[in-house]
T-cell receptor, first 110, second 113 residues
Framework: ELKVEQNPLFLSMQEGKNYTIYCNYSTTSDRLYWYRQDPGKSLESLFV?????AVKQEGRLMASLDTKARLSTLHITAAVHDLSATYFC??????????FGAGTRLTVKP | ETGVTQTPRHLVMGMTNKKSLKCEQH?????MYWYKQSAKKPLELMFVYNFKEQTENNSVPSRFSPECPNSSHLFLHLHTLQPEDSALYLC????????????FGPGTRLTVL
């Protein structure tokens, strides 16, 4: 059975701290996406990772992809309150299908 | 307007009603998608259209009927729904299928009584 597992599902962290969200998947894929969703809002695209070893950074967020390990990470540096949201990874499994993880609900506290 | 828009934003319907959800994209994309986001499940892909042709139907019950009259518009027709169909229905579009980045609309929050 195809699985896309995010870890942790809930994350509470203090401002200024660093942390990493993990996304493991069980099928072969070389395309992975990270999205952010604020409460009551839609999904906002953060990163598109298209090859093994891809690393992308935007502000305090950095995403990486290891297709051999079937693992992507989303690293948060010096968290601020505005980063509080739910973060989803999504894996392109071919045949026009994309599978999402359950999401990581991040809360950044002062 | 820009991006992907969806109407209505909220919908409450009885199990015997017929209603439709509308999605419109202003990005010049050729592929459009319907997703279901439930409280206790990961986001689920329902339908995929590429150049107005349906290319994917992920075993969705027939009480959900999609329609794509052109590359900019996508509808989801609903009839005889069940309470468990209550969810956030998200529309997305991308330049094409095959792994292109998808852009999501704000969603329609559906409640089936």
């Amino acid at each position: 059975e195809l699985k896309v597992e995010q870890n942790p599902l809930f994350l509470s962290m203090q401002e200024g701290k660093n942390y990493t969200i993990y996304c493991n998947y069980s099928t072969t894929s070389d395309r992975l996406y990270w999205y952010r969703q604020d409460p009551g809002k839609s999904l906002e695209s953060l990163f598109v990772l298209l090859s093994n070893g891809a690393v992308k950074q935007e502000g305090r967020l950095m995403a990486s992809l290891d297709t051999k390990a079937r693992l992507s990470t989303l690293h948060i540096t010096a968290a601020v309150h505005d980063l509080s949201a739910t973060y989803f990874c999504a894996v392109d499994i071919g045949n026009n299908d994309m599978r999402f993880g359950a999401g990581t609900r991040l809360t950044v506290k002062p | 307007e820009t991006g992907v828009t969806q109407t209505p934003r909220h919908l409450v319907m009885g199990m015997t009603n017929k209603k439709s959800l509308k999605c419109e994209q202003h990005l010049g994309h050729n592929a459009m998608y319907w997703y279901k986001q439930s409280a206790k499940k990961p986001l689920e892909l329902m339908f995929v259209y590429n150049f107005k042709e349906q290319t994917e139907n992920n075993s969705v019950p027939s009480r959900f009927s999609p329609e794509c009259p052109n590359s900019s518009h996508l509808f989801l027709h609903l009839h005889t729904l069940q309470p468990e169909d209550s969810a956030l229905y998200l529309c997305a579009s991308s330049l094409a299928t095959g792994g292109h980045e998808q852009f999501f609309g704000p969603g329609t929050r559906l409640t089936v009584l």
